[in-house]
C-alpha cells in the first residue's frame, strides 16, 4: 500500500519518531505479568470481577505471562464446557417433557462444538498459532447463546442452563482477549519508505529505506491494531 506524504518534512518527523523510540519505554501490557497482566485483559471483558476471580484461581496465574495466561484460560473454559456437557447430559437422563429434551439436546450438540473448539484452542496455543487458537475460541463463545435461543423455540421452555452458559461464554472470551493480545505484541510493523531523489539511478529514482517495528516496543499502549505493511512515497 502506497501512500503519498505531501511533504519530505513530514518525513522527516516521521522517521525521527520511529528511529527514536526506546525499545525500554514498552506497551505497559507487554511488561506486565501476573496479577497485573490479569487486570489489564480483564478491564476489556464484560465482567472483569468474574474474569479476575476465575483467572486468579489457578496458581500458576501469579507469576504468569500472557502466554502462560492464556493456557489458563483455556484450561478454566474447557473445565466448565465439559461439565456443561456433563450437566446437559444429566437433565436429558432425568427430562420428562420431550420439548424439555429436545432442547437440552440441542445444547448437548452446540457443546460438543465448543469443547473440541477448545480443544483446538489448546493445541494452537501450544504450537504457537495463536491466531488460530483466538479463531477457536471466537467460535466458541458463539455456543453458549445458541442454547440459550433454543429454549426459545416452540415449546418454549424455562432454560436450566443460563448459568453454566454464562460462564463458558465470558471465560471463552477471555481466551479471545488473551490470545489477541499475543498476536498483537507479536505483531511486526514493516514501515517501507520511498524518497524521490533525482540522483539516484534505477528504481525509478526513488531510495528507499525499511524500518522494521514491534507493536511490544512502542512507548504508548495500543488497543485495537493491525499487522500490515506500510509503503510511503514522497
Known amino acids: 500500500m502506497a501512500l503519498l506524504v505531501p511533504s519530505s518534512s513530514l518525513l522527516i518527523s516521521l522517521l525521527l519518531v520511529l528511529l527514536f523510540i526506546d525499545p525500554s519505554v514498552a506497551s505497559p501490557i507487554a511488561n506486565a505479568t ?38 489458563v484460560s483455556i484450561k478454566l473454559a474447557s473445565l466448565n464446557a465439559t461439565a456443561t456437557t456433563l450437566k446437559i447430559q444429566s437433565l436429558i437422563k432425568d427430562a420428562k417433557h420431550p420439548g424439555l429434551k429436545d432442547h437440552l439436546q440441542v445444547c448437548a450438540n452446540v457443546y460438543k462444538g465448543i469443547v473440541d473448539d477448545l480443544t483446538r484452542a489448546n493445541a494452537s496455543s501450544k504450537s504457537g498459532q495463536y491466531d488460530d487458537a483466538r479463531r477457536s475460541a471466537i467460535r466458541a463463545t458463539h455456543g453458549p447463546e445458541s442454547c440459550e435461543v433454543a429454549f426459545k423455540e416452540p415449546p418454549a421452555q424455562k432454560t436450566p442452563l443460563s448459568s453454566y452458559n454464562f460462564y463458558v461464554e465470558l471465560l471463552s472470551d477471555i481466551v479471545v482477549n488473551i490470545a489477541s493480545i499475543i498476536k498483537l505484541l507479536n505483531c511486526t510493523l514493516i514501515l517501507e519508505i520511498k524518497v524521490k531523489d533525482s540522483s539516484v539511478e534505477g528504481s525509478d529514482g526513488y531510495l528507499t529505506s525499511v524500518v522494521t517495528l514491534n507493536w511490544s516496543n512502542l512507548p504508548f499502549e ?7 505493511d506500510l509503503s510511503l512515497a514522497v
Open 34 to 71: 501476573g496479577y497485573a497482566l490479569v487486570a489489564r485483559i480483564c478491564e476489556q471483558t464484560y465482567n472483569k470481577y468474574y474474569c479476575t476471580d476465575a483467572l486468579k484461581s489457578d496458581p500458576r496465574t501469579k507469576t504468569a505471562d500472557a502466554k502462560a495466561l492464556l493456557e
Open 222 to 228: 495500543v488497543t485495537v491494531a493491525y499487522c500490515f
